[in-house]
């Protein structure tokens, strides 16, 4: 039997199916330089990509936010500076998503996510485009793309490497380290994919009609924010690399190239009436971002106090009762638990990361069968998680269902191959005498 603690993967939920096997070599050009570049991944392959990660990661995050108005706001900024760049013909998408943090990212074919914790710090239009471009501008430079081809390349190199050895432990593991997930995807960028977002993200939003000044304020805010309290800014700036000289790099761009349009209207007054709902629920958002901190540095004191402060600001937000099941989770208390996710689930019933959640509180309880029917309308509503595969597996296993489990552990084991529920799924596979 394994303990809670494994079962507590609920931020785990993105992974991938793109094999290095599946990857096609070869030459492409720079879109923003219009150079010959080498490649693994193709334009093609980025949408591929982006299209089955993403509903995952903003599922994680905590789901679109319900304002239609707002939503409807941050598209159209964000397609007047899409317009403008190198790459206009991009699938790009936007949404708010109801993560607390300070936070904005983009998959590779443009579907981005932005938190509503950045946006309640935001004062200005110029302030949103420039965020927004600076995103437009990973996908333009192809960033995403350029960290999986050297990825990819070393994990082929390892694999050549074990084929000539003969290592049949490492060729089994070589089979599913070509795997990219939405964590891959979102991995930190370097200091120089920064600086060219942070140039195109400036030269796209001046062409929209923004002010450049958008892009200064943006960085002084950020690091206002570094330097006030590190840690809210820490899920931001461990993919987004913040340095003193990206703001200086903003001013000079600024003053060198932007200087006639310096005195552009920034936008705020636009600004401050989308967001006005929003940043009307400042302080509950503060409270639950610091509520998920607590929680994720083990502090379930601090994260209860943050989150009865949440409570009584407004005792209606989806991402108030799933934070709050995860640290009834933390605490066994699984009824509870269940309590809050069912609550969440009224209040954003097209969300699908309670049913995941309600499933590991009823395998907690030993409800193997209400586990199972969760955890397949999950797998149908939202494919593409292996760790589903393995806890249907296990559902069933607990049911004293071999054949289905053996089924549901050679589909997870298929996509991945390390780690404590690949080692359960085989053992048991072995165990049963289907895998020698």
Same mark, same amino acid.
């Given at each position: 039997?394994?303990?809670?603690?494994?079962?507590?993967?609920?931020?785990?939920?993105?992974?991938?199916?793109?094999?290095?096997?599946?990857?096609?070599?070869?030459?492409?050009?720079?879109?923003? &330089?219009?150079? =010959?570049?080498?490649?693994?991944? /193709?334009? $093609?392959? *980025?949408?591929?990509? +982006?299209?089955?990660?993403?509903?995952?990661?903003?599922?994680?995050?905590?789901?679109?936010?319900?304002?239609?108005?707002l939503?409807?706001?941050?598209?159209?900024?964000?397609?007047?500076?899409?317009?403008?760049?190198?790459r206009?013909h991009?699938?790009?998408?936007?949404?708010?998503?109801?993560?607390?943090h300070v936070?904005?990212?983009?998959?590779?074919?443009?579907?981005?996510?932005?938190?509503?914790?950045?946006?309640?710090?935001?004062?200005?239009?110029?302030?949103l485009?420039?965020?927004?471009?600076?995103?437009?501008?990973?996908?333009n430079?192809?960033?995403a793309?350029?960290?999986?081809?050297?990825?990819?390349?070393?994990?082929?190199?390892?694999?050549?490497?074990?084929?000539?050895v003969?290592?049949?432990?490492a060729?089994?593991?070589?089979?599913?380290?070509?795997?990219? &997930?939405a964590? =891959?995807?979102?991995?930190?960028? /370097?200091? $120089?994919? *920064?600086?060219?977002? +942070?140039?195109?993200?400036?030269e796209?939003?001046?062409?929209?009609?923004?002010?450049?000044?958008?892009?200064?304020?943006?960085?002084?805010?950020?690091?206002r924010?570094?330097?006030?309290?590190?840690?809210?800014?820490?899920?931001?700036?461990?993919?987004?690399?913040?340095?003193?000289?990206?703001?200086?790099?903003?001013?000079?761009?600024?003053?060198?190239?932007?200087?006639?349009?310096?005195?552009?209207?920034?936008?705020?007054?636009?600004?401050m009436?989308?967001?006005?709902?929003?940043?009307?629920?400042?302080?509950?958002?503060?409270?639950?971002?610091?509520?998920?901190?607590?929680l994720?540095?083990?502090?379930?004191?601090?994260?209860?106090?943050?989150?009865?402060?949440?409570?009584?600001?407004?005792?209606?937000?989806?991402?108030l009762?799933?934070i709050?099941?995860?640290?009834?989770?933390?605490k066994?208390?699984?009824?509870?638990?269940?309590? $809050?996710l069912n609550?969440?689930?009224?209040?954003?019933?097209?969300?699908?990361?309670?049913?995941?959640?309600?499933?590991?509180?009823?395998?907690?309880?030993?409800?193997?069968?209400?586990?199972?029917?969760?955890?397949?309308?999950?797998?149908?509503?939202?494919?593409?998680?292996?760790?589903?595969?393995?806890?249907?597996?296990?559902?069933?296993?607990?049911?004293?269902?071999?054949?289905?489990?053996?089924?549901?552990?050679?589909?997870?084991l298929q996509?991945?191959?390390?780690?404590q529920?690949?080692?359960?799924?085989?053992?048991?596979?072995?165990?049963?005498?289907?895998?020698?």
């Open positions: 039997m394994m303990n809670r603690r494994d079962f507590l993967w609920l931020t785990g939920i993105a992974t991938g199916s793109l094999t290095v096997s599946g990857l096609i070599s070869g030459c492409a050009i720079d879109p923003v &330089s219009g150079k =010959a570049t080498f490649s693994l991944v /193709s334009e $093609d392959q *980025e949408i591929a990509l +982006d299209k089955q990660q993403s509903p995952h990661q903003f599922s994680a995050d905590y789901g679109s936010h319900t304002d239609a108005r939503n409807s706001y941050i598209t159209s900024v964000g397609k007047a500076i899409a317009n403008t760049s190198h206009a991009m699938p790009y998408n936007y949404r708010v998503i109801d993560a607390n936070n904005a990212y983009t998959f590779p074919a443009g579907s981005m996510g932005v938190t509503r914790g950045i946006l309640v710090e935001l004062e200005s239009e110029a302030e485009a420039a965020l927004l471009g600076h995103e437009i501008g990973h996908v430079a192809r960033h793309s350029e960290r999986a081809t050297k990825g990819l390349l070393a994990q082929a190199a390892v694999g050549l490497a074990s084929t000539a003969g290592d049949a432990q060729q089994q593991i070589v089979a599913g380290v070509g795997m990219m &997930s964590t =891959a995807l979102l991995a930190k960028y /370097s200091r $120089d994919n *920064e600086r060219e977002a +942070d140039s195109l993200g400036m796209y939003a001046v062409n929209a009609g923004a002010n450049p000044k958008g892009m200064v304020s943006l960085m002084t805010m950020l690091n924010l570094h330097d006030a309290k590190p840690s809210a800014l820490d899920i931001m700036f461990s993919s987004h690399p913040m340095s003193d000289e990206r703001l200086i790099n903003a001013n000079t761009q600024m003053n060198a190239s932007y200087r006639t349009q310096m005195s552009r209207n920034l936008g705020r007054e636009r600004y009436d989308y967001t006005r709902a929003l940043r009307s629920q400042k302080a509950m958002i503060k409270a639950l971002a610091n509520a998920d901190l607590a994720s540095a083990g502090d379930f004191t601090g994260a209860e106090a943050e989150l009865a402060q949440a409570k009584k600001l407004n005792d209606s937000d989806y991402a009762w799933v709050s099941a995860k640290l009834n989770m933390a066994e208390r699984n009824n509870i638990a269940i309590a $809050d609550k969440a689930q009224s209040l954003k019933p097209g969300e699908h990361l309670p049913k995941y959640m309600l499933g590991v509180n009823y395998l907690e309880e030993q409800q193997p069968e209400q586990a199972l029917n969760l955890f397949q309308q999950y797998r149908q509503l939202l494919p593409g998680n292996p760790l589903v595969d393995f806890f249907v597996g296990y559902s069933y296993e607990q049911m004293e269902e071999r054949t289905n489990a053996a089924t549901a552990y050679r589909l997870y996509q991945v191959q390390q780690g529920q690949a080692e359960h799924a085989y053992s048991r596979l072995k165990e049963w005498g289907l895998m020698v």
